[in-house]
């Protein structure tokens, strides 16, 4: 089973996701705060983005990652607080979306859904 | 018969000087046919002289009583030009105001007498030997012709005679015309009397200074007893009556104009109070003429005044309405059916930009912005069926150029046939609310989001902890923890209709369309409430088997919030019930409850922003109040509506249909 980066800019929805995730007995690492893609020399095999960064856009985000030559093949789900924001992070580049808050099940079920087909 | 040897003619002309002196014309007349006849003539006959220069007879007077009834024939027969013309001679005199003797009358006569064969006859029965026509002569001209006639036994008219008559005629002339002049005038005076009366005012004269008058010489018309209760004697009997009765806050201010007008040496006008004889306070209008003497110096005045207290009301009223449009911080403008403005208040300038007299006569279209000159027509349509527009949101520019939000208020202006001359407007400014609304939505909009992120969090952990707990089989710590997840759940979804509210008001709004199986939404609807309701049963009747291109999630949205309600406010009842109404351009879905219905009041206003049901057993019911409005905006997006049906006490149907393309 490969490993996850979880990137979201609030602390709180990092620890939640890291404690459901592992708890499903995944490999998590997580990140607040980026400055560069410099964080994608590590692999991974899902990326999980939060649509709203603060400072920056979670699309741009995808769209740069798509592009990277080192992960441009990693699954990546983008998760929002608003339930509009699927459209939108499916065109950025985004494999799924889940809303915020979400189900325990929902966010297990599509992760793995994504690991098994790596 | 007369007998011309009696005559003497200084007692004749001395018994006319007596005889004439008179001033009434008709018995001027009969006295100079008696002076005349049989004295001077066996008859003659007197025509005057009328309008357009035609002839009239006054009478004919024969001395022999039995040729009365041929007088009458003359008087009626041939009073005027109507059935005959008149006689050559007449027609001479009249002509040339010149004396015609015919002396010794024979048949060529009677052809220039006679005005027709009737006449003619009469004539020949009257058998006359002479004939004499005088001119009745004043200054001004020919006022009348005497005509007289003797018979065959006299002799015939003479040099002597006509001398006489002529004198005779003269003196009649001027009495006859002072008759007439006397008569002209007093029918003057009856009707400039009889108009005095008539006018809805006192007419007046006043002798001497405004604050001095001589009363003697003063005259006032019978209205004033009307009007103020006292009569002329009470009104003359004191010289500055008038002064005596006004209000006492206009006194001062009233004897200083009316001095005003009074050395003008022209007239004027003022206005003011007089207390009636009962003591209640009538407002007048004097309209005052100074009457002058010869050197130009003022004698007096004289004038109309008039009740005006019921104009002054309504002047009051309109002038008070005009204070409060002029003051208005709204603009308020009005325009005929061109839309040219008519009246611009103040409001309106500060609000435009425009000044009133840069923009009265002018278009309104003005102030209309380039992309929003058809809303002119749009508006007048409307105002031309009488229909008035309320609080209608837009936007207009102002004289700067700046674009304005404003909230306006079109009624049509009608005319007293009740036919629309032209439109009202009363406009407000909204900007600033606007730019209020729009931060607050964004306030809302980054709220809901911010508070989405502990809860998302929350949740996390909390089913973290289901899940770490399961394996201890804690009854009691299950339902704590489902209960904790249940209320976050609950949390999330206001949370939802605020951003959505806060989507609509900023009209952000966006439907994800997709195509979808219609009755399998209502099943998930109905599968995900049946799940959390206890005692109620969702019975679904009926199904479309239609794809439905819409936004599925927000149609799911309605649905969920439908059945909630439904639920929620049927807490005795056990179920809810849904039909599924295929229609051949349409899906209409019923949700029916059983619960305790809605008032008619309310149901109008159901589906507004925050409305709440307010009675009694409502209080109960807790929620935001912006759940059917949201619901109503996602159906009317996708160009459906959405109704309620409902009777107190027995339960509420809620309706949406969605057109199927």
Redesign the interface.
């Known amino acids: 089973m490969g490993k996850i980066l979880i990137i979201d800019d609030d602390k709180g929805v990092l620890d939640a996701m890291r404690a459901i995730l592992e708890f499903e007995g995944h490999d998590v690492s997580t990140l607040a705060k980026f400055e560069n893609l410099n964080f994608l020399k590590e692999k991974f095999s899902l990326i999980l983005v939060d649509y709203l960064l603060s400072g920056k856009d979670g699309k741009i985000l995808i769209k740069k990652i798509k592009k990277s030559p080192q992960a441009k093949k990693v699954a990546v789900i983008m998760l929002s607080a608003h339930p509009d924001a699927k459209e939108a992070s499916v065109q950025a580049g985004a494999d799924d979306f889940i809303s915020k808050p979400f189900e325990m099940d929902e966010l297990i079920e599509k992760v793995n859904k994504f690991l098994k087909s790596v | 018969m007369y007998s011309d040897k009696s005559i003497k003619p200084i007692i004749f002309i001395g018994k006319l000087n007596t005889k004439l002196s008179t001033l009434d014309l008709q018995k001027n007349i009969n006295d100079l046919t008696k002076l005349l006849v049989p004295t001077l003539a066996d008859w003659c006959t007197i025509h005057m002289v009328v309008e357009g220069g035609n002839l009239i007879r006054l009478k004919t007077f024969f001395n022999d009583p039995k040729k009365a009834n041929i007088a009458r024939i003359f008087s009626k027969k041939y009073k005027d030009s109507k059935n005959a013309p008149p006689s050559k001679y007449l027609t001479k005199v009249l002509k040339t105001k010149k004396t015609v003797i015919v002396r010794n009358i024979d048949e060529s006569w009677y052809k220039q007498a006679a005005r027709d064969s009737e006449h003619y006859k009469l004539l020949k029965e009257l058998n006359p030997k002479s004939h004499m026509l005088v001119p009745l002569l004043t200054h001004s001209g020919l006022i009348g012709i005497i005509s007289l006639a003797r018979n065959k036994n006299s002799h015939g008219f003479n040099k002597t005679d006509e001398i006489l008559i002529n004198q005779i005629a003269h003196k009649a002339a001027m009495a006859i015309e002072n008759s007439i002049l006397y008569k002209k005038i007093q029918q003057q005076n009856d009707r400039l009397l009889n108009t005095v009366s008539n006018v809805p005012g006192i007419v007046w004269e006043a002798w001497g200074k405004p604050s001095k008058n001589i009363p003697q010489n003063n005259y006032v018309s019978d209205y004033i007893e009307k009007m103020l209760g006292y009569t002329p004697k009470e009104w003359l009997s004191s010289p500055d009556f008038w002064i005596k009765i006004i209000h006492p806050d206009d006194k001062k201010r009233v004897i200083k104009e009316s001095t005003e007008i009074f050395n003008s040496g022209i007239g004027g006008v003022n206005r003011f109070r007089w207390l009636k004889k009962d003591k209640t306070p009538v407002w007048v209008e004097a309209h005052s003429k100074v009457i002058l003497d010869e050197s130009g110096k003022p004698q007096g005045m004289r004038g109309v005044t008039m009740d005006i207290t019921e104009r002054k009301k309504a002047e009051d009223v309109l002038s008070r309405l005009a204070a409060i449009v002029e003051s208005s911080d709204d603009a308020i403008i009005s325009k005929d059916l061109k839309g040219i403005v008519q009246s611009w208040n103040k409001g309106a300038e500060r609000l435009y930009g425009y000044t009133e007299s840069e923009i009265l006569g002018k278009s309104i279209a003005k102030i209309f912005p380039e992309d929003r000159k058809e809303e002119f027509y749009e508006m007048m349509e409307v105002i031309n069926m009488g229909e008035a527009i309320d609080h209608f949101e837009t936007k207009r520019v102002s004289k700067n150029g700046r674009l304005i939000d404003v909230s306006l208020s079109i009624a049509p202006l009608k005319d007293a046939n009740g036919k629309v001359i032209g439109a009202s407007a009363i406009g407000r400014d909204i900007s600033e609310s606007k730019e209020l609304e729009r931060r607050k939505d964004a306030f809302i909009g980054m709220a809901?989001?911010e508070l989405?992120?502990?809860?998302?969090?929350?949740?996390?952990?909390v089913?973290?902890l289901q899940?770490?707990l399961e394996p201890l089989k804690d009854a009691k710590l299950e339902y704590f923890l489902d209960k904790t997840n249940q209320q976050?759940d609950r949390l999330?979804d206001l949370i939802?209709s605020l951003?959505d509210l806060s989507?609509i008001q900023s009209g952000q709004l966006?439907l994800?369309k997709e195509k979808f199986d219609f009755d399998s939404l209502i099943s998930t609807a109905v599968e995900d409430i049946q799940g959390l309701a206890n005692n109620h049963k969702i019975q679904v009747k009926g199904k479309s088997g239609y794809i439905v291109y819409g936004d599925k999630?927000r149609i799911l949205q309605v649905m969920t919030n439908l059945l909630n309600n439904a639920i929620k406010y049927s807490p005795g009842a056990e179920k809810v019930v849904i039909k599924i109404l295929p229609d051949e351009n349409k899906v209409t879905v019923a949700v029916q409850d059983f619960g305790i219905g809605i008032s008619k009041v309310h149901q109008k206003r159901i589906f507004d922003r925050f409305f709440r049901a307010s009675g009694a057993s409502e209080k109960t019911f807790p929620g935001l109040g912006i759940g059917l409005y949201i619901s109503s905006q996602f159906i009317h997006r996708h160009g459906g509506k959405i109704w309620v049906d409902s009777a107190k006490q027995k339960g509420s149907t809620f309706y949406f249909s969605i057109p199927l393309k």
């Open positions: 809901s989001h989405k992120t502990p809860i998302t969090t929350m949740k996390a952990f089913q973290i899940k770490k976050l999330t939802s951003l989507k966006d994800n999630h």
